[in-house]
């Protein structure tokens, strides 16, 4: 079990880039079998997966998110990153890092039923 924190600012403009942090203890993100992802809950709506980097280096994202997101990983920090830019309203959301131990397919790292460790989420709003 690893423990999982995200940072980031609570309010970002329109048209502007958000960087979120997540710090990861209790395991190295580049231990084998990991998958650390990116998932978001916007008010009122169901969680939406947003994309997901391996323990190999790997990334993996929505088609719906990929031409806006990036994930990114500090190993000597031991933080996975989110980047996305171009944010409008709909992206506010309470954005939370997950992670797995164990091996998941392509499909299966899409669903958010399949991430055993949850840090405890950040609001994003996106507002001028």
């Known amino acids: 079990q690893v423990q999982l924190q995200e940072s980031g600012p609570g309010l970002v403009k329109p048209s502007q880039t958000l960087s979120l942090t997540c710090t990861v203890s209790?395991?190295?993100?580049?231990?084998?079998?990991?998958?650390w992802t990116w998932i978001r809950q916007p008010p009122g709506k169901g969680l939406e997966w947003m994309g997901a980097?391996?323990?190999?280096?790997?990334?993996y994202y929505s088609p719906s998110l990929q031409s806006r997101a990036s994930i990114s990983r500090d190993n000597a920090k031991n933080m996975v990153h989110l980047q996305m830019n171009s944010l409008k309203p709909e992206d506010t959301a309470v954005y939370y890092c997950?992670?797995?131990?164990?091996?998941?397919?392509?499909?299966?790292?899409?669903?958010?039923?399949?991430?055993?460790?949850w840090g405890q989420g950040t609001q994003v709003t996106v507002s001028s």
């Open positions: 997950a992670a797995k131990a164990g091996g998941l397919s392509v499909v299966e790292l899409s669903s958010a039923r399949n991430y055993d460790d």
């Open positions: 209790g395991d190295s993100i580049t231990t084998n079998y990991y998958y």
């Open positions: 980097i391996a323990y190999t280096g790997s990334t």
